[in-house]
């Protein structure tokens, strides 16, 4: 049962363009989401989070947006840079529960093109 | 730099053998996470702790897994009897107390059990 899923395996955009990575949910209890970069042979780094209140949030390049009648998050980064290659992951938490184990989806490599 | 931090990085063991993992989290973090991550999949969540005290285990942890956090700071993570299917990356996380914190990942310990 995948509750968090990426549908886009993999993801090339040229440097300089907008990069949207998707990822939709299903278990409507999920009021937290968060989007992770992993690179080869180093544990996934957080970027960026959105709570279920929100529908946007912004850090610097990257965005997220929550669309929760859809239940779909989006990350966009621009503008995108070869740095931004590596395997991203969107990730939920359900509300309720105090201790945030996270539910990951299946990632999508991003590939930015100089 | 007081990240997460992992050993060993790397273990191959023969089917049978007994495999032990260590992680040392975030000094002022009082949770504990441990994930496992397949090729192709993102981290699924194993178990938590809070302090020194195991809260949840997912179904995914069998009899032949066992995690410790004896005093509230490292943990370790043992497997008994491997088998080929334990063949995987274990990752470990920490994070502050609190529903939307983000969580700290390490560079994970690849194990092949061959």
């Known amino acids: 049962d995948q509750q968090v899923k990426q549908n886009s395996p993999s993801l090339s955009v040229q440097e300089g363009r907008i990069s949207i990575l998707n990822c939709d949910y299903t278990?409507?209890?999920?009021?937290?989401f968060l989007w992770y970069k992993k690179y080869p042979a180093e544990g996934p780094t957080f970027l960026i989070s959105?709570?279920?209140?929100?529908d946007k949030n912004e850090d610097g390049r990257f965005t997220v947006f929550l669309n929760k009648s859809a239940k779909h998050l989006s990350l966009h980064i621009v503008p995108s840079q070869p740095g931004d290659s590596a395997v991203y992951f969107c990730?939920?938490?359900?509300?309720?529960?105090?201790?945030?184990?996270?539910?990951f989806g299946q990632g999508t490599i991003l590939t930015v093109h100089p | 730099d007081t990240g997460v931090s992992q050993d060993p990085r790397h273990k191959i063991t023969k089917r049978g053998q007994n495999v032990t993992f260590r992680c040392d989290p975030i000094?002022?973090?009082?949770?504990l996470y441990w994930y496992r991550q397949t090729l192709g999949q993102g981290p699924e969540f194993l178990t938590y702790?809070?302090?020194?005290?195991?809260?949840?285990k997912s179904r995914l942890l069998s009899d032949r897994f066992s995690a410790e956090r004896p005093k509230g700071s490292f943990s370790t993570l043992e497997i008994q009897r491997t088998e080929q299917g334990d063949s995987a990356m274990y990752l470990c996380?920490?994070?502050?107390?609190?529903?939307?914190?983000?969580?700290?990942f390490g560079p994970g310990t690849r194990l092949t059990v061959l």
């Open positions: 000094s002022e973090h009082n949770r």
């Open positions: 959105i709570s279920s209140i929100k």
């Open positions: 278990n409507s209890m999920f009021d937290y």
């Open positions: 990730a939920a938490k359900s509300g309720g529960t105090s201790y945030g184990k996270l539910t």
């Open positions: 702790f809070q302090n020194e005290a195991q809260l949840e």
């Open positions: 996380a920490s994070s502050r107390q609190g529903p939307y914190n983000e969580q700290f």
